[in-house]
């Protein structure tokens, strides 16, 4: 059968535009034994696929050029040679940007409605949610009565951070980029101190003015000099999990700032990149915890949905223009 | 009765010299109860003390301008007003760099010789040698087969650190900034492979070649563009322990580098800024292994040791030109 997929046409320098992506039509082969044919339903888009699209060394392999974007996918298994899944089954997986495709029964998992919206694992069931589960819980290690400061706060993991951080006690205090999102965090969210990046000229002033008692942990999604003020406010013995760079993702050169070993030694400070999979083990205990918080009314959740499979493009591209609010996915 | 102290002058602006410093003699007032007279022996030069001579905000408040220098000392009790000290004991403690001085007895601590040299409080058995210990064993947290880099390796944690990482099974390659310090690494102490920075050129080609498997750990003494040579190496999940920032000391504005995280990131890579006093309540268990260490000979300790209390100064300016192997005493 046929099927559209999306493929990398040349690498981007700098920011990447539609330009590095082409829809194609292709022929899909036979379903072999331990394989399904799926439909997509979602399509996740995240900060993180700029990276794959560079060729250099990272947690994930480069993304070919000529071959379909791959990422988190919930999908409906139509067709297969699977004993594990049947006909009807929704599954999530890493998969192709393809309306169809075929995929091995291995790398899919079974999702449960039960739990929530289909979309929901692409976000507060799946990557992001546990982003920030295991971010907050294992790295930023939150103590009540502490000020936690989370960059990108109104985006897929910065809202779900900041709110756990909130149910541990914590004074939240959250950077982001437009009026509305600043309203939305304070008002939909709770978040106990806000600060609109674009339109504040000190942020170094304005991080030590919401935070009189200094920054004793950072969740930090975006990175350069938004973090540089941030981290001229931080305490001894805080703690910053390092979940995103969206500030340097397009940059072609290496960035410079001011050199931050002084001042972490001087604060016995910690620092610590992550990717959610160094947790795999410990996802069930993470998707429980946010089911019962999302249960309880304590998490709430919120995604901004593109209808179309050919506006994943400028949905992935929008990202980087701070469209979304919350976790950004495309509908087919 | 009369004694002899060396107080700071001016703050030093960059690289501290000799006229930062006076020596004068003062008076000291009569012993009250719970307090003793000390004869300084031994008293220690480090590199953390420059932070303590700029006017600003760190683990430790600065030193006063026209008040003495202060630091670790192992002095003998001559007199005092003491149940806890008895004259011709030796003890150890933060003191001002006086010929004699009267300190609380609540600030020293005795040293009992059977377990080594009196210099060595100041060193193996003293901050130095714990500080080694637990940024070794609490950051790094070295697993055999794994290669860790130390810089400052000939300094006198570098040494140590260097040592304790080979004994858990490491690679251990050390960086230093002469030949005599490079051969004495290999040769006096194990050390696989050594880089002398004042005469390398690439130090990120030198750090490769070194480490063909990449940096596992890397317990940096010096910061500065010999880090960035190494953190361009790490591998993923690498930790590095931040234990000094010798290289820039002495600068008057924020040193710019290469933005750090996103490489951390993408490495899920730890670094920790850190001060011996974090680990105060594991002080014996440190103390007894590195005990146990060099009782089976397999920890070896240097030290360089200048003469003459009035050259406190400059053998504390040496430090900065690398004028030391191992850890750097004056002894009076």
């Known amino acids: 059968m046929t099927t559209k997929q999306i493929v990398l046409t040349v690498r981007p320098i700098g920011t990447p535009t539609n330009n590095n992506f082409k829809i194609e039509k292709i022929v899909l082969p036979e379903i072999q034994t331990g394989e399904v044919l799926l439909k997509g339903l979602y399509y996740s888009v995240d900060p993180y696929m700029r990276g794959r699209m560079n060729d250099i060394k990272s947690y994930t392999p480069p993304f070919a050029i000529g071959q379909p974007i791959e990422g988190s996918v919930v999908a409906l298994v139509v067709d297969g040679k699977s004993?594990?899944?049947?006909?009807?089954?929704?599954?999530?997986?890493?998969?192709?940007?393809?309306?169809e495709t075929i995929a091995s029964e291995k790398?899919?998992?079974?999702?449960?409605?039960?739990?929530?919206?289909?979309?929901?694992f692409l976000g507060i069931l799946g990557m992001t949610g546990l982003t920030a589960y295991f971010g907050i819980m294992r790295i930023c290690k939150p103590i009540a009565g502490e000020t936690i400061v989370i960059s990108g706060a109104a985006g897929a993991v910065g809202i779900v951070a900041g709110q756990i951080a909130k149910i541990h006690g914590c004074r939240v205090i959250g950077i982001a980029g437009s009026d509305e999102k600043i309203k939305l965090l304070k008002e939909g969210y709770g978040f106990d101190g806000v600060v609109n990046y674009k339109t504040t000229k000190d942020m170094n002033s304005a991080i030590a003015a919401l935070c009189p008692k200094g920054v004793?942990?950072?969740f930090d999604n975006v990175g350069g000099e938004i973090s540089d003020a941030v981290i001229n406010n931080l305490n001894f013995h805080a703690r910053i999990a390092l979940c995103g760079q969206i500030s340097l993702y397009n940059s072609e050169e290496t960035p410079l700032g001011p050199r931050l070993q002084?001042?972490?030694?001087?604060?016995?400070?910690?620092?610590?990149?992550?990717?959610?999979?160094?947790?795999?083990?410990?996802?069930?205990?993470?998707i429980t915890q946010i089911a019962q918080w999302l249960k309880s009314g304590e998490l709430k959740f919120t995604e901004t949905c593109i209808d179309g499979f050919d506006n994943l493009p400028s949905a992935f591209l929008g990202l980087f223009r701070g469209e979304n609010t919350g976790k950004m996915v495309v509908k087919a």
Do not use: C
């Not at 899944?85 to 309306?99: A, E, H, I, Q, S």
């Not at 449960?112 to 979309?119: F, K, N, P, V």
């Open 262 to 286: 002084p001042l972490l030694l001087t604060r016995s400070a910690l620092m610590q990149g992550f990717i959610v999979s160094n947790y795999r083990n410990e996802f069930a205990e993470g």
């Open 107 to 120: 790398i899919l998992h079974k999702i449960d409605l039960s739990q929530g919206h289909a979309s929901y």
């Open 83 to 99: 004993e594990k899944f049947n006909k009807g089954d929704l599954v999530t997986g890493m998969l192709p940007w393809r309306t």
């Open 216 to 218: 004793d942990e950072y």
